[in-house]
């Protein structure tokens, strides 16, 4: 599966940013797919995970309730909308794919990778 991730940018805290990946390849619509980030100088870490049925959705706590996640499996997009963001969140954000059914939160069980996409929250 091939991934491309869009829509990352320079935001003031408080303000929303929406991510947006598209996947193109072999059956992405069958795939756990999530979203990470990566802090300077630090580990990559989920963001967001959702089902191949989108019948469950895990957020990290540290974004529970300002981040939402979906995903068109016809479209073959998913999507991270990005509300009350915070300088903490500044990262590089990464979509991805597993081949694992479920709700997969290690990155290691992560097959695909989009290619990163900038997002920085000024104070």
């Known amino acids: 599966v091939q991934l491309q991730a869009s829509g990352g940018g320079l935001v003031q805290t408080g303000g929303s940013l929406r991510l947006s990946c598209t996947a193109s390849?072999?059956?992405?619509?069958?795939?756990?797919m999530a979203w990470f980030r990566q802090a300077s100088g630090k580990e990559r870490d989920v963001v967001a995970v959702l089902t191949s049925s989108r019948s469950s959705i895990f957020y990290a706590d540290s974004v529970k309730g300002r981040f939402t996640a979906s995903r068109d499996n016809a479209k073959k997009t998913i999507d991270l909308q990005m509300n009350s963001l915070k300088p903490e969140d500044t990262a590089v954000y990464f979509c991805a794919a597993s081949r694992r059914l479920g709700l997969v939160v290690n990155l290691d069980e992560y097959q695909d990778w989009g290619q990163g996409t900038q997002v920085t929250v000024s104070s």
């Open positions: 390849g072999r059956a992405p619509a069958i795939y756990t």
